[in-house]
């Protein structure tokens, strides 16, 4: 099994761009995470998805983040524009369900704004 | 507000020699503490649960509620146990993970 995948795995892009990461979760699993994870510090939780629904985008900087999971299973977090500070490595999980199921880790996308 | 802290950014200990990362939390109800781990080049997994009670790769961890602690052990290091180490709390509200900012372990031969 693949694991959850993510695309790309580094983006280099310049300040007021657009970007884009995908997620495809693992087979089965329900609810889908992203988490954004600046250096030196620990992941911090941007959206919970439980099947197509987002119930919990507290955290999400809604002025420019946007996600989407159409269909219940891949995932789209985009960020328009991007800023400086935005540079972080942005990690989506899955589990099979939310109640303290283990959460499955993607590789994560490095992105560095310019 | 929850909060999870490791108040050391790096460990470094010999081979075979105890180990300790610590981990202390705020929260006011009753969470659900994880040791997660990230090898290098490796992805984010995790380690053990406190509700599991298990010793995974000789390391176990004790959730101590008086003092808010989740500290984890292993009593003799070995240089594969390099990794980066985050503590995390679940509020009970639905898989909510908060992370602490990681200690990283260095075991020397």
């Known amino acids: 099994e693949a694991g959850v995948v993510q695309s790309p795995r580094y983006k280099i892009i310049e300040k007021k761009q657009p970007v884009a990461f995908w997620c495809n979760p693992i087979?089965?699993?329900?609810?889908l995470y992203w988490y954004r994870q600046n250096l030196g510090q620990g992941p911090e939780l941007l959206i919970r998805?439980?099947?197509?629904?987002?119930?919990?985008d507290s955290q999400l900087p809604k002025d420019r983040f946007s996600a989407e999971r159409l269909k219940g299973v891949d995932s789209t977090l985009k960020i328009q524009p991007a800023e400086l500070g935005d540079s972080a490595v942005y990690l989506c999980?899955?589990?099979?369900?939310?109640?303290?199921?283990?959460?499955?880790f993607g590789p994560g996308t490095r992105l560095t704004v310019t | 507000a929850q909060r999870v802290t490791q108040p050391e950014k790096l460990l470094s200990v010999f081979k075979g020699a105890p180990v300790e990362l610590k981990c202390n939390y705020s929260?006011?109800?009753?969470?659900?503490l994880f040791w997660y781990v990230q090898y290098s080049r490796q992805r984010l997994q995790l380690l053990l649960r406190?509700?599991s009670r298990e010793s995974i790769k000789g390391f176990t961890a004790d959730l101590n509620k008086g003092e808010t602690s989740f500290h984890l052990k292993k009593p003799f290091a070995q240089e594969e146990d390099s990794a980066m180490y985050y503590c995390?709390?679940?509020?009970?509200?639905?898989?909510?993970?908060?992370f602490g900012g990681g200690t990283r372990l260095m075991v020397k031969p």
């Open positions: 998805y439980e099947n197509e629904e987002a119930v919990d």
């Open positions: 929260y006011s109800g009753s969470p659900e």
């Open positions: 999980a899955s589990s099979r369900d939310t109640l303290r199921d283990e959460q499955y």
């Open positions: 406190h509700i």
């Open positions: 995390a709390l679940d509020n009970n509200a639905g898989n909510m993970l908060t």
């Open positions: 087979s089965g699993h329900n609810t």
